[in-house]
């Protein structure tokens, strides 16, 4: 596409093929080439089969052979950037890093991270850790002894937790030219206003959102969402919607917001996918 917009394919969106052992993550730029006609993939860390230097070298190679971008990766299973703990915010920035070092070799401008904070339960105590040598203790009969429902979370607090965890992780990244970016996944990310704040927080222009474009429901209305991350946004996690006038209320959305980039299609298997480039052609071209 000659625009300063894209079309990236999403390893996720073929996530069932690659469970079923059809193709490795060697193969997936060729597949994007060949298969469907993109120039630009979107890699997932967990599928990443074994990041060795040889392994690298040649999906970087694979990549420019069938002259396609890689445009970032997702990164999931490396902690959270919204944890309760300091020893948990330490831990996300320490295990993110050898995903941007990834990230740059092959060229990605951008990590994708998840920032959700505590889901349910009391906050862990940074203070206690379990005694190895303790018996475990019986458990007690939720019937009979009902467990105190969780103080709701304290959107401020998590907003210093968040902070304190990206600013050193950009720190880090800026050097190599690689962006740090969070996608609505649950939690607090799926806050439009709070996530707005913690951009304006953590102020820094190697730092953004990745909307996904999940299907609307009655607790998240993903028109609304997008319109008030779109400042932030240094890619999008597209996806059909259940109609396509959604769908070009949305890219409408985008290029009325002064937004380029990537569109990372990471609808559900091949239809979906092909669905997905004859929409986004029509509208971005």
């Known amino acids: 596409m000659n625009s300063p917009d894209d079309i990236s394919l999403a390893q996720w969106s073929l996530i069932e093929e690659w469970r079923a052992g059809k193709w490795k993550t060697l ?30 070298k040649q999906l970087k190679h694979n990549a420019a052979a069938h002259d396609v971008t890689p445009v970032l990766i997702m990164v999931d299973d490396e902690g959270d950037g919204c944890s309760p703990t300091k020893e948990g915010r330490k831990e996300f920035e320490r295990f993110h890093r050898k995903w941007v070092d990834i990230a ?36 007690p009969n939720p019937q009979s002894n009902p467990q105190p429902t969780p103080p709701p979370l304290d959107k401020n607090e998590a907003l210093k937790w968040a902070a304190e965890s990206y600013h050193p992780l950009l720190e ?31 102020d820094d222009p190697f730092f953004g959102t990745y909307p996904d474009w999940r299907e609307p429901s009655p607790e998240f209305d993903n028109l609304a969402y997008l319109k008030k991350t779109l400042p932030y946004a240094k890619g999008m996690s597209y996806r059909n919607q259940p109609a396509d006038d959604l769908t070009g209320q949305m890219l409408g959305l985008c290029s009325q917001s002064g937004f380029h980039g990537w569109y990372g299609i990471e609808s559900d298997g091949r239809e979906q996918i092909k669905k997905a480039i004859r929409l986004l052609k029509a509208h971005l071209v």
């Open 104 to 139: 740059h070799y092959l060229g990605c401008h951008a990590i994708r991270t998840n920032c959700r904070g505590p889901q349910s339960g009391p906050l862990p105590n940074p203070q206690s850790s379990p005694d190895p040598n303790s018996q475990p203790s019986p458990q």
């Open 172 to 202: 880090y990244a800026k050097p190599a030219g690689v962006k740090i970016l969070i996608e609505n996944h649950g939690g607090v990310s799926n806050d439009a206003d709070w996530m707005v704040s913690l951009m304006k927080a953590v």
């Open 27 to 56: 193969d997936f730029p060729r597949l994007a080439r060949e298969d469907f006609g993109l120039n630009g993939v979107e890699f997932v860390n967990t599928l990443f089969e074994v990041p060795t230097e040889g392994y690298l």
